[in-house]
C-alpha cells in the first residue's frame, strides 16, 4: 500500500491547522459561552457567510448539521464543525477550502430588524396642525392647559387670572378645590372635592353645593345611616359595588336608569386618584340619579331611606326532598336518631367482647 511522506503529512496539517485559525473567531461569534454551536446558530453562520446556492438550502445544513452533531447532544465544536465544512463543500461541488475562506471572510452574526416606512404627516414636522404645532398638548387636567399666545383670553371663566387652589386626596394625588360654599353658609366645615363629569372633565360646582345644602335639611339623617349601613364594614366611605347594590335595593335599576347608569353616576362624583366616595358625594350622586330618571330629588331620597335596614341579602333557596325532610321515612340507623359522632367501637350500640359467643 502507498503511504504518503511523513514531511508532506505534516504540512498539511500545520496548514489546515492555520486554517482553522481562521475560521475560529467567526465560529466562536455564533457559538455560545461552551464555544458550541447550536442548530440555530449553524443555520444562520451558513446563511451570513454566503454559502446557500442551487446545491446547498437551509434544509441540507440542518441535515449536515444532524450528521455530525454528537450521539445525544445538541451542539457541535469546531471539530465536528471541521467535518461539517467537508460536507458542505461536497454538496457545493467545491473545495473545503473555498467554503473555509467564504466562513473567514465573514464579519459574524449580521443582525436585521423591521425598519418603519416613512409617514409624511408624522416625520415631517412642518405639516403638523393644531396644538400639535405649538409642542403638543398640556400633561394636566382639562381646563388648565395653557396654550402659548392667548393669556388674555379668559377661556368661558369669570376671572382667569385666579386658580383653584390645590388639596391632596386620599391617594395622595393633587385636587383642585372649587367655591362650593361660603365660610359662613354652614356651622360644619364641607369636604370640597373636585369630581369628573363627562361633558366638562368635572363635576360642576353647583351640583356639589346643592348636595351640600341637603345636610341643612330635616330627615337626612335617615340617610346618612342608610350611607353608614352599606359602607363596607371599617369604612366610611362607599364605593362603587355598594352604590350599585343600594340602587338595586331603592329599586332605582330600570329601564331609564340601569346598571351601567349607576356605575357611570358613580364616576361623576368620585374624586380624582381614589375609589371611594364620602356622604356629601354620595347626595350628588342621588341627584344626578334624579335628573336621569327625569324624577323628582325627594323621591330618590325617600326610597333609599326605607333601606334604613342595610342591604338586602337574598340567597337560592333549596327545593323540597321528601325522603330528607319526612322523618317518618327514614330507616336504619338514621330511624333511631343517626350515627353517634363518637370513636368507632364505643357507641351505645356496642357491646363487650366477651359476651359474644365465639363458635
Not at 454538496?91 to 418603519?116: F, H, W, Y
Not at 409642542?135 to 395653557?146: A, E, L, W
Request: charged letters at 25%; aromatic letters at 6%; a positive charge.
Amino acid at each position: 500500500a502507498h503511504r504518503s511522506d511523513p514531511l508532506q503529512r505534516d504540512a498539511c496539517f500545520g496548514v489546515l491547522m492555520t486554517e482553522i485559525g481562521d475560521i475560529l473567531p467567526v465560529f466562536s461569534s455564533y457559538a455560545s459561552s461552551a464555544s458550541e454551536v447550536d442548530g440555530r446558530s449553524f443555520t444562520k453562520l451558513c446563511r451570513d457567510c454566503g454559502l446557500y446556492d442551487r446545491n446547498f438550502s437551509s434544509t441540507d445544513a440542518d441535515l449536515i448539521f444532524a450528521r455530525v452533531v454528537p450521539k445525544g447532544q445538541r451542539r457541535i465544536s469546531i471539530m465536528e464543525f471541521e467535518k461539517a465544512m467537508g460536507l458542505i463543500a461536497e454538496r457545493r461541488n467545491c473545495t473545503q477550502e473555498e467554503v473555509m475562506q467564504r466562513i473567514a471572510d465573514g464579519a459574524g452574526p449580521s443582525l436585521e430588524g423591521t425598519k418603519a416606512e416613512a409617514v409624511r404627516l408624522h416625520d415631517d414636522k412642518h405639516t403638523y396642525t393644531g396644538v400639535h404645532a405649538r409642542g403638543g398638548p398640556d400633561s394636566v387636567p382639562k381646563g388648565y392647559g395653557h396654550v402659548p399666545g392667548t393669556g388674555s383670553l379668559s377661556l368661558g371663566r369669570k376671572d382667569s387670572s385666579r386658580r383653584p387652589s390645590l388639596s391632596r386626596t386620599s391617594s395622595g394625588a393633587a385636587c383642585p378645590l372649587p367655591n362650593l360654599l361660603a365660610a359662613a353658609a354652614s356651622p360644619a366645615p364641607v369636604e370640597r372635592k373636585l369630581s369628573r363629569s363627562s361633558s366638562t372633565g368635572f363635576l360642576r360646582p353647583q351640583a356639589l353645593e346643592k348636595a351640600a345644602t341637603i345636610s341643612r335639611r330635616e330627615g337626612c339623617g335617615l340617610l346618612e345611616n342608610v350611607f353608614d349601613a352599606y359602607c363596607t364594614p371599617g369604612q366610611s366611605e362607599m364605593d362603587g359595588k355598594c352604590f350599585v347594590k343600594l340602587m338595586k335595593d331603592s329599586k332605582m335599576i330600570g329601564s331609564r336608569f340601569t346598571t351601567t347608569d349607576a356605575d357611570l353616576t358613580f364616576a361623576k362624583v368620585l374624586a380624582k386618584g381614589v375609589r371611594r366616595i364620602d356622604f356629601l358625594q354620595f347626595k350628588a350622586a342621588l341627584l344626578i340619579v334624579a335628573e336621569k330618571k327625569n324624577i323628582e330629588a325627594g323621591e330618590v331620597f325617600e326610597a333609599v331611606a326605607r333601606q334604613f335596614a342595610g342591604p338586602q341579602l337574598s340567597g337560592t333557596r333549596t327545593e323540597s326532598v321528601r325522603f330528607h325532610d319526612d322523618i317518618s321515612l327514614y330507616t336504619g340507623v338514621h330511624a333511631n336518631g343517626g350515627p353517634e359522632a363518637i370513636v368507632k367501637g364505643l357507641g351505645t350500640g356496642s357491646a363487650p367482647v366477651s359476651s359474644f359467643r365465639m363458635w
